[in-house]
């Protein structure tokens, strides 16, 4: 951590010079443009919104290369992923969020909007093709979201359509197979009609070898996205866009090796697929001078396929290698359903900023998950429908107290019955009433920005665990409570050429939703084993930190930007019997009173800048960094520290944009999953050891990006 530290260091020191040397000019351009936040109830200046958002807009996407969200998510603040999977495509806020799925249905803590359509759960969807801007909201959405934005909520807007005809086509070649097609075109079909239409491809072979079958394609990326818009303004006072969004998602899995490197053994590689179909109407009417409508009507259509090696081997490597118990082989394959209808209505009313307001508004959403478990040591498919349905009613009302100071209060009301059943005959009805909001604080300054104090509430329903062996007392888990203390400060400087904003945080978390395993020996007292997953309450736990952004635009030529997120997390009171450390002879549970969270790093940073070098010429370079972090509640193992650089060097004329990229120019080794709870490597006996996942290696590519 020194060397990044004073790797950091020199960073910043050039653009203090860089100041100091152009102290003498009289003129030097601001920084930005007014950044809206889209996810709110009405769209508000980033400067203005009392919460501790990012918003990574659509520059930052191109000039980092970036097909998935995974490969943004490291610029903000207490951010995290996991992968376990082909994509980093489970998402954690301040230490809250899920890290894998397997027999359970989904039960999200950040929760997933794209273009007003509800992605919740579907990570893997989360491409950046022509998109606007990805708003992160960080603590608990209970007024704006509910149940599934317990963390926060991540928000991505794709580009809208244009009145004028225009569009741009990018193609990207990189290592490992890389290669990338992206369009989009958008115009006007009539005086009143607007459309935008985008595609787009990215392969890659992958960043695994399979030593056994000689192949270097078994963890391929393919995927496709298409999306179309379109935007009628049948009348002044009514605007109707319409969006329709298809996914094709055709990746392979080979990701863990018996040696933990990133060559694998198996002879049945997995496969991580995901077909979606979704497609929204949003209405906006402003039906008076006092007052406006919104309507918001979603349909998402998901299946999914998600399946692995078990063993991580091939058959017969006992036959080649020692093992004093023998060896097993197994596949495991889970294909899912995902229907997911949403009605959002509300009325807003159209008063200043700076005057009352106030909103209130209905919310529906229903739900079907259904699964169908293919496994080798099922002696028939395991079947599950789970089925839920959430309605909600909630208001907020912005009252202004006095010159600069102004309160913001907000409330909603939630009930959601579910219904399970499977194939094992178990059958629960959990019906649940819930509750959430917040209460700001806001005091304007003299110039542009704000001080705010917050308080908010947030919370993530209870479910059912899925599989038969886990006992009955646990079948059912219980609503997991959130509450929030926020302490912000905004503001520009100098003439706006600097944007800063940081916020410290206080969490309670009650009744903590934790993923916790029974490991089976499938014969006798050995293993080899079935290894359970199942969803159960700790008691409680806290987390307290710092998030800091900053935007420099310090002269014509050097424009940085930083972010910091420090957090402190622990459980309190919480005693594990499923951790790898529990006593199972004499029912002695493990003690994780104090421990942190896991996917919480201490710290995690990323630094930056653009130099424009000249009228075309440009680089722009990038340092980020986290801390390590434990995997899992359930054992001890944890990631590395990292430190990662990235690097652009781009030529640019009124068309085009050509460029020279390169993403974690170290080729470090990070670590972006891990098990260590169970032993699977017949050559040692199963003896219980770390294994781990990797993400992206050093990828070095060239880009072409036309606009026009």
């Given at each position: 951590?020194?060397?990044?530290?004073?790797?950091?260091?020199?960073?910043?020191?050039?653009?203090?010079?860089?100041?100091?040397?152009?102290?003498?000019?009289?003129?030097?351009?601001?920084?930005?443009?007014?950044?809206?936040?889209?996810?709110?109830?009405?769209?508000?200046?980033?400067?203005?919104?009392?919460?501790?958002?990012?918003?990574?807009?659509?520059?930052?996407?191109?000039?980092?290369?970036?097909?998935?969200?995974?490969?943004?998510?490291?610029?903000?603040?207490?951010?995290?992923?996991?992968?376990?999977?082909?994509?980093?495509?489970?998402?954690?806020?301040?230490?809250?969020?899920?890290?894998?799925?397997?027999?359970?249905?989904?039960?999200a803590?950040?929760?997933?909007?794209?273009?007003?359509?509800?992605?919740?759960?579907?990570?893997?969807?989360?491409?950046?093709?022509?998109?606007e801007?990805?708003?992160?909201?960080?603590?608990?959405?209970?007024?704006?979201?509910?149940?599934?934005?317990?963390?926060?909520?991540?928000?991505?807007?794709?580009?809208?359509?244009?009145?004028?005809?225009?569009?741009?086509?990018?193609?990207?070649?990189?290592?490992?197979?890389?290669?990338?097609?992206e369009?989009?075109?958008?115009?006007?079909?009539?005086?009143?009609?607007?459309?935008?239409?985008?595609?787009?491809?990215?392969?890659?072979?992958?960043?695994?070898?399979?030593?056994?079958?000689?192949?270097?394609?078994?963890?391929?990326?393919?995927?496709?996205?298409?999306?179309?818009?379109?935007?009628?303004?049948?009348?002044?006072?009514?605007?109707?866009?319409?969006?329709?969004?298809?996914?094709?998602?055709?990746?392979?899995?080979d990701?863990?090796?018996?040696?933990?490197?990133?060559?694998?053994l198996?002879?049945?590689?997995?496969?991580?697929?995901?077909?979606?179909?979704?497609?929204?109407?949003?209405?906006?009417?402003?039906?008076?001078?006092?007052?406006?409508?919104?309507?918001?009507?979603?349909?998402?259509?998901?299946?999914?396929?998600?399946?692995?090696?078990?063993?991580?081997?091939?058959?017969?490597?006992?036959?080649?290698?020692?093992?004093?118990?023998?060896?097993?082989?197994?596949?495991?394959?889970?294909?899912?359903?995902?229907?997911n209808?949403?009605?959002?209505i509300?009325?807003?009313?159209?008063?200043?900023?700076?005057?009352?307001?106030?909103?209130?508004?209905?919310?529906?959403?229903?739900?079907?998950?259904?699964?169908?478990?293919?496994?080798?040591?099922?002696?028939?498919?395991?079947?599950?429908?789970?089925?839920?349905?959430?309605?909600?009613?909630?208001g907020r009302?912005?009252?202004?107290?006095?010159?600069?100071?102004?309160?913001?209060?907000?409330?909603?009301?939630?009930?959601?019955?579910?219904?399970?059943?499977?194939?094992?005959?178990?059958?629960?009805?959990?019906?649940?009433?819930?509750?959430?909001?917040?209460?700001?604080?806001?005091?304007?300054?003299?110039?542009?920005?704000?001080?705010?104090?917050?308080?908010?509430?947030?919370?993530?329903?209870?479910?059912?665990?899925?599989d038969?062996?886990?006992?009955?007392?646990?079948?059912?888990?219980?609503?997991?409570?959130l509450?929030?203390?926020?302490?912000?400060?905004?503001a520009?400087?100098?003439?706006?050429?600097?944007?800063?904003?940081?916020?410290?945080?206080?969490?309670?978390?009650?009744?903590?939703?934790?993923?916790?395993?029974?490991?089976?020996?499938?014969?006798?007292?050995?293993?080899?084993?079935?290894?359970?997953?199942?969803?159960?309450?700790?008691?409680?736990?806290?987390?307290?930190?710092?998030?800091?952004?900053?935007?420099?635009?310090?002269?014509?030529?050097?424009?940085?930007?930083?972010?910091?997120?420090?957090?402190?997390?622990?459980?309190?009171?919480?005693?594990?019997?499923?951790?790898?450390?529990?006593?199972?002879?004499?029912?002695?549970?493990?003690?994780?009173?104090?421990?942190?969270?896991?996917?919480?790093?201490?710290?995690?940073?990323?630094l930056?800048?653009?130099?424009?070098?000249?009228d075309?010429?440009?680089l722009?370079?990038?340092?980020?960094?986290?801390?390590?972090?434990?995997?899992?509640?359930?054992?001890?193992?944890?990631?590395d520290?990292?430190?990662?650089?990235?690097?652009?060097?781009?030529?640019?004329?009124?068309?085009?944009?050509?460029?020279?990229?390169?993403?974690?120019?170290?080729?470090?080794?990070?670590?972006?999953?891990?098990?260590?709870?169970?032993?699977?490597d017949?050559?040692?006996g199963?003896?219980?050891?770390?294994?781990?996942?990797?993400?992206?290696?050093?990828?070095?590519?060239?880009?072409?990006?036309?606009?026009?």
């Amino acid at each position: 951590m020194k060397s990044s530290t004073m790797i950091a260091g020199l960073w910043l020191a050039f653009p203090l010079v860089s100041l100091a040397q152009e102290s003498d000019q009289s003129e030097t351009a601001e920084l930005t443009d007014r950044i809206e936040v889209t996810a709110e109830f009405r769209p508000v200046d980033l400067i203005d919104l009392s919460s501790s958002v990012t918003v990574i807009d659509a520059d930052t996407v191109r000039q980092r290369s970036a097909a998935h969200l995974e490969d943004l998510l490291n610029v903000a603040p207490n951010v995290n992923f996991s992968s376990g999977a082909s994509r980093g495509r489970f998402f954690q806020i301040r230490g809250i969020g899920a890290r894998s799925q397997f027999v359970e249905p989904s039960n999200a803590s950040v929760g997933l909007l794209v273009d007003g359509m509800d992605l919740t759960g579907l990570g893997g969807a989360a491409s950046t093709l022509d998109i606007e801007q990805i708003e992160i909201l960080r603590g608990p959405q209970g007024t704006l979201f509910g149940a599934n934005a317990l963390a926060g909520m991540i928000n991505i807007v794709s580009s809208a359509p244009t009145e004028n005809f225009g569009g741009r086509f990018e193609t990207r070649l990189g290592n490992f197979g890389t290669r990338t097609f992206e369009g989009a075109i958008s115009g006007p079909i009539s005086d009143d009609l607007a459309y935008r239409l985008a595609y787009g491809r990215q392969r890659s072979d992958g960043y695994q070898d399979n030593a056994f079958l000689n192949r270097d394609d078994t963890a391929a990326i393919d995927e496709q996205t298409l999306r179309g818009r379109l935007r009628w303004h049948p009348h002044q006072q009514l605007t109707i866009d319409f969006t329709g969004l298809y996914l094709d998602v055709d990746n392979g899995y080979d990701a863990f090796s018996l040696d933990s490197t990133r060559t694998t053994l198996s002879d049945q590689p997995g496969d991580d697929r995901q077909e979606t179909l979704a497609g929204s109407m949003r209405l906006h009417w402003q039906a008076s001078d006092a007052f406006k409508l919104e309507a918001l009507l979603s349909r998402v259509d998901a299946d999914l396929e998600y399946g692995f090696d078990e063993d991580w081997s091939f058959v017969g490597l006992c036959e080649v290698f020692e093992c004093p118990f023998g060896g097993y082989s197994s596949f495991d394959n889970y294909q899912r359903n995902n229907r997911n209808t949403t009605v959002d209505i509300r009325a807003i009313s159209t008063s200043g900023t700076d005057g009352f307001g106030w909103i209130v508004g209905a919310y529906q959403r229903d739900q079907n998950q259904r699964l169908r478990r293919i496994y080798t040591f099922l002696e028939e498919d395991f079947l599950r429908d789970y089925e839920t349905e959430n309605q909600a009613l909630y208001g907020r009302i912005e009252l202004p107290l006095a010159n600069r100071l102004k309160l913001e209060a907000g409330l909603r009301f939630e009930q959601r019955e579910a219904r399970y059943s499977d194939s094992d005959g178990a059958s629960f009805r959990p019906d649940e009433h819930l509750w959430g909001g917040r209460l700001a604080l806001q005091y304007r300054l003299a110039n542009s920005g704000q001080a705010y104090a917050l308080i908010s509430r947030g919370y993530k329903a209870g479910g059912v665990n899925s599989d038969s062996t886990v006992p009955d007392a646990q079948r059912e888990f219980a609503t997991e409570m959130l509450w929030n203390y926020e302490l912000g400060f905004k503001a520009r400087f100098f003439e706006g050429r600097i944007d800063l904003r940081t916020a410290l945080f206080f969490q309670d978390r009650g009744d903590i939703q934790t993923q916790q395993s029974l490991v089976v020996p499938i014969e006798g007292d050995l293993c080899p084993c079935r290894f359970i997953e199942f969803q159960t309450n700790a008691t409680a736990g806290q987390s307290f930190g710092l998030e800091a952004e900053l935007n420099w635009q310090i002269n014509d030529v050097v424009q940085a930007f930083a972010s910091v997120g420090l957090m402190e997390s622990r459980f309190e009171d919480f005693l594990n019997f499923s951790h790898v450390d529990a006593d199972p002879d004499t029912g002695t549970p493990f003690d994780m009173d104090g421990r942190a969270l896991p996917h919480a790093p201490n710290y995690m940073f990323a630094l930056g800048a653009v130099f424009e070098l000249s009228d075309r010429w440009y680089l722009r370079t990038e340092i980020e960094g986290k801390d390590a972090f434990f995997f899992s509640s359930r054992h001890e193992v944890r990631s590395d520290a990292y430190t990662l650089f990235h690097a652009r060097l781009g030529y640019r004329t009124q068309h085009w944009d050509l460029a020279l990229w390169a993403r974690n120019i170290g080729n470090e080794d990070v670590k972006t999953r891990g098990f260590g709870s169970f032993g699977n490597d017949p050559r040692d006996g199963y003896i219980v050891e770390p294994y781990f996942q990797f993400g992206q290696p050093r990828v070095i590519g060239v880009s072409a990006n036309y606009v026009f």
